[in-house]
């Protein structure tokens, strides 16, 4: 798969691009990530990509020539362009396995009060990870890829990990345990130490609806 990010702060994703699988699956070929910035498209020599919003209001507008330019100098036919927005569609895990079977993605990262509304056309879709709003769509991005990254075949060594945790199922992951037997008094649950993988499948399921019942009940609707 291949990324571009639109952002007029690509330094912010240096970090996440280059630590933990994220940057494995680049260094295996897996992964490839490109960027475009506005600003590199923008006509005046003080590369402005904002100004006030026609009606008034507060906070400032991004312009839609520059940013039309930037989304077009990355979108390739098959790219699927998506803009990261309050206003979108809620990003879940459905939505990143979705993503994660495209060959090309091309994530937007919105800032300032939004955007010309005339540019709209240019994408896709909207996705949001949240009912919350972000000084800007860059770490949605870094949330995005990340999720649809680790599904990507041969990202992650054991990839049935992904279809026992958390969502993969509708329901949440059942709790986890690991050395030593026995924490501060607290023991690991015998079923995990009786070799019985039946049982011990029983009480996982039995776990992780607890879980969803106790902590997101919503999600069993």
């Known amino acids: 798969m291949r990324i571009d990010f639109v952002t007029l702060f690509p330094a912010m994703f240096m970090g996440f691009l280059e630590e933990g699988i994220v940057a494995q699956a680049r260094r295996r070929g897996l992964l490839a990530v490109g960027f475009a910035n506005p600003r590199d498209f923008a006509k005046d020599r003080h590369r402005?990509?904002?100004?006030?919003?026609?009606?008034?209001?507060p906070g400032m507008v991004l312009m839609p020539a520059p940013l039309e330019a930037a989304v077009r100098s990355v979108a390739k036919p098959g790219s699927r362009v998506v803009l990261l927005s309050p206003q979108g569609a809620r990003f879940d895990s459905r939505e990143a396995s979705r993503l994660s079977r495209r060959k090309?993605?091309?994530?937007?990262?919105?800032?300032?009060?939004?955007?010309?509304?005339?540019?709209?056309?240019?994408?896709?879709?909207?996705?949001?990870?949240?009912?919350?709003?972000?000084?800007?769509?860059?770490?949605?991005?870094?949330?995005?890829?990340?999720?649809?990254?680790?599904?990507?075949?041969?990202?992650?060594?054991?990839?049935?990990?992904?279809?026992?945790?958390?969502?993969?199922?509708?329901?949440?992951?059942?709790?986890?345990?690991?050395?030593?037997?026995?924490?501060?008094?607290?023991?690991?649950?015998?079923?995990?130490?009786?070799?019985?993988?039946r049982r011990i499948a029983q009480w996982r399921a039995r776990q992780a609806l607890l879980a969803t019942k106790s902590k997101r009940p919503d999600l069993l609707s």
């Open 48 to 57: 402005r990509v904002d100004d006030r919003p026609y009606g008034g209001g």
């Open 104 to 197: 090309r993605l091309v994530l937007v990262c919105g800032r300032y009060e939004g955007i010309d509304q005339r540019v709209m056309g240019i994408f896709d879709e909207e996705l949001s990870i949240g009912d919350y709003v972000l000084t800007g769509g860059e770490l949605a991005a870094m949330v995005v890829a990340d999720a649809v990254a680790r599904l990507l075949p041969g990202v992650l060594r054991k990839p049935e990990a992904t279809q026992a945790e958390s969502f993969a199922s509708g329901r949440l992951d059942y709790p986890q345990y690991t050395r030593p037997r026995v924490w501060r008094g607290r023991r690991v649950p015998a079923v995990l130490l009786s070799g019985d993988h």
